[in-house]
């Protein structure tokens, strides 16, 4: 079935670090890729989306490719700051499907 | 504000004990559906509607009820609780299922089964 598989385990890095979080999928046909933060005690927010092959989005300098060929949405910033400390997830819309299927999450953590 | 709002924001459970979390949506959003977040799990869903009156399972529904009178809301039953459904319970609306404008969430439910 469709699926996002995130890369193990927390990342802590120092504040201005280049962060890249890797994510790739399964999915038959052409699934919507997203990107949602959950800062501590709340909600999860959507952080950035793409709807086809090639498409960037982008948000808050954040930015992730749909790469079709490389079945990957890998989620990059190139300065990251205190306030980014987060837990990031990958997530699919299967084309016609009613489920958004999650990744497992990335704890983020930026030291000062 | 407009958005999704989820009752009560903690809540500790007996064993055996039945409850209803509620969740409602002022959006006018067509599809409704409620996760649980576990530590490694990532979330993982429970139950969804693609509108009033109807209901589908997803990965986990065992030991949950749903029902949709309304639009606006959608209560998630637990018929009996056990310590396996302590988790972080959110609540998350679309105006479609699948929607490229992604979902809207709750800021969640955190509740412990002892």
């Known amino acids: 079935g469709d699926s996002v598989t995130q890369m193990e385990g927390p990342v802590t890095l120092s504040e201005e670090a280049f962060l890249t979080i890797n994510c790739t999928y399964t999915?038959?046909?052409?699934?919507?890729l997203f990107w949602y933060v959950q800062y501590p005690g709340e909600g999860l927010q959507l952080l950035l989306k793409?709807?086809?092959?090639?498409d960037k989005g982008s948000n808050k300098g954040f930015e992730a490719t749909y790469r079709k060929e490389t079945t990957s949405f890998h989620l990059e910033k190139g300065s990251v700051q205190v306030s980014d400390s987060a837990v990031y997830f990958c997530?699919?819309?299967?084309?016609?499907?009613?489920?958004?299927?999650f990744g497992k999450g990335n704890q983020v953590v930026v030291i000062p | 504000n407009a958005g999704v709002t989820q009752t009560p924001k903690f809540q500790v459970l007996k064993t055996g004990q039945s409850m209803t979390l509620q969740c409602a949506q002022d959006?006018?959003?067509?599809?409704m559906s409620w996760y649980r977040q576990d530590p490694g799990m990532g979330l993982r869903l429970i139950h969804y509607?693609?509108?009033?009156?109807?209901?589908d399972q997803g990965e986990v529904p065992n030991g949950y009820n749903v029902s949709r009178s309304t639009t606006e809301d959608f209560p998630l039953r637990l018929l009996s609780a056990a310590p396996s459904q302590t988790s972080v319970y959110f609540c998350?609306?679309?105006?479609?299922?699948?929607?490229?404008?992604?979902?809207?969430f709750g800021s969640g439910t955190r509740l412990t089964v002892v």
């Open positions: 997530a699919l819309a299967p084309y016609g499907n009613n489920r958004l299927a």
């Open positions: 999915a038959t046909g052409y699934p919507s």
């Open positions: 959006m006018n959003h067509e599809y």
């Open positions: 793409a709807t086809k092959a090639d």
């Open positions: 509607s693609v509108g009033a009156g109807i209901t």
């Open positions: 998350a609306s679309s105006y479609v299922g699948g929607s490229i404008d992604g979902y809207t």
